[in-house]
Structure formats: structure tokens, C-alpha cells
T-cell receptor, first 115, second 115 residues
Framework: AQKVTQAQTEISVVEKEDVTLDCVYE???????LFWYKQPPSGELVFLIR??????QNEISGRYSWNFQKSTSSFNFTITASQVVDSAVYFC????????????FGKGTMLLVSP | EAGVVQSPRYKIIEKKQPVAFWCNPI?????LYWYRQNLGQGPELLIR????????DSQLPKDRFSAERLKGVDSTLKIQPAELGDSAVYLC?????????????FGPGTRLTVL
């Protein structure tokens, strides 16, 4: 069975602060993929990043960075110098390589960035 | 390139009425998914299509929900009759192929309110 836990329900920060969103996952599979999606108030889920289980390199994309650690089963997401436009619900998700697997989402973390 | 298209964006109906949602996936994507997202939760898979074939409908409440994907492109999800508990956002997603290797891209969703 797969499980994704996002323990932070809601985070509030002031613009320009750095913020880290936590994601802890559980799976018995050795080959799997992890994702982060952003859901702004408009409702559409926007794909941000995908990592496979064999690639533990951290990744940086502009103000976004991701820290994947298999030893702690975590895939955390950091936004540097947050902006009001970053306000959204962020979902972490997991799927195994098996064709029978489904994409399992966490409950999401709502990020509120105030001016 | 056009993303996943869904219509309508919003739908309000009375309980016991039928309702249908339409989805057009990204061009060339063979796999299509329907998800339901309840308030404050992550999306949960209802059904997955590989071309015209429904390969995973284990979470689809078959007594009132039905889906089709004729010609392996567009898809329609129907609820008949709707119940109060069906109020949710219905998301359509598509990917090049099934399994975990391909990223799922989501449409804007249909927000259903059942009164």
C-alpha cells in the first residue's frame, strides 16, 4: 500500500520569507515516482516536478527547490523569497512503476503568503 | 500546446438529477483519468482508461456513476442520480501512457454542487 503524509495543513508567511513544505511517503516498491503539484484558487492542478526513486539529487528551479531523501522517505519542497502568487494548496503525490499502481496524493498544504 | 479541457467548470443541480462532465485530453495522450476531489482532500482516482479500455474502475461507484471514452479521445463521466455526497470537484487528467513513468497533467476541473 502507498501513503503520502503532508503533516502541515496550513502555513502562513509574509512575502520574501522562505518556506518549506514537508512530504513523507510510504511504499513497498523499489521503483517509484514522486511529484509535487500546485493548486491555485482557480482549481487546476499544476505539475511542478517529478523525481524517480533512483535519483536523489536535489533540484533547484528558480525560487523552488526540492530535497529528496530516501533514508527518511521524505521529499520536501522549499520556496525561497516567497511571493503572494505562491499562495495555493500544494500536493505531494506518489506512484509506483507498476502499471497497476495509482497516483496517491497527500491531503495538501495550504500556503498563504501575505504582502 | 493545449492542455486538458473540461466542461462545464461549474454545475449546480438538485439531488436525484443526472449530470455529465466532459473531458478532452492532451493530444496524443493515450491514458485518461477521472478523479474526485473532496473539500480539503487530495484527488482520488475514479477510473483510468488506456485508449478506449477502462483498465481500473475499482473505485467507481457503479450503481450511479458511469463513464465512457469512445474512440479513445474524449471522455464523459455521468452521475445518475446525484446525491448530496457527490458534491466535489471532478478532475480529468491525461498522460502519454499508464504506469508511473509518465506525468499526469490535469484539467481545471468541474465543481459540482448537489442541493
Amino acid at each position: 500500500a502507498q501513503k503520502v503524509t503532508q503533516a502541515q495543513t496550513e502555513i502562513s508567511v509574509v512575502e520574501k520569507e522562505d518556506v518549506t513544505l514537508d512530504c513523507v511517503y510510504e511504499t513497498r516498491d523499489t521503483t517509484y515516482y514522486l511529484f509535487w503539484y500546485k493548486q491555485p484558487p482557480s482549481g487546476e492542478l499544476v505539475f511542478l516536478i517529478r523525481r524517480n526513486s533512483f535519483d536523489e539529487q536535489n533540484e533547484i528551479s528558480g525560487r523552488y527547490s526540492w530535497n529528496f531523501q530516501k533514508s527518511t522517505s521524505s521529499f520536501n519542497f522549499t520556496i525561497t523569497a516567497s511571493q503572494v502568487v505562491d499562495s495555493a494548496v500544494y500536493f505531494c503525490a506518489l506512484i509506483s512503476h507498476s502499471g497497476y499502481s495509482t497516483l496517491t496524493f497527500g491531503k495538501g498544504t495550504m500556503l498563504l503568503v501575505s504582502p | 500546446e493545449a492542455g486538458v479541457v473540461q466542461s462545464p467548470r461549474y454545475k449546480i443541480i438538485e439531488k436525484k438529477q443526472p449530470v455529465a462532465f466532459w473531458c478532452n485530453p492532451i493530444s496524443g495522450h493515450n491514458t485518461l483519468y477521472w478523479y474526485r476531489q473532496n473539500l480539503g482532500q487530495g484527488p482520488e482516482l475514479l477510473i483510468r482508461y488506456e485508449n478506449e479500455e477502462a483498465v481500473d474502475d475499482s473505485q467507481l461507484p457503479k450503481d450511479r456513476f458511469s463513464a465512457e471514452r469512445l474512440k479513445g479521445v474524449d471522455s464523459t463521466l455521468k452521475i445518475q442520480p446525484a446525491e448530496l455526497g457527490d458534491s466535489a470537484v471532478y478532475l480529468c487528467a491525461s498522460s502519454l501512457a499508464g504506469g508511473g513513468a509518465d506525468t499526469q497533467y490535469f484539467g481545471p476541473g468541474t465543481r459540482l454542487t448537489v442541493l
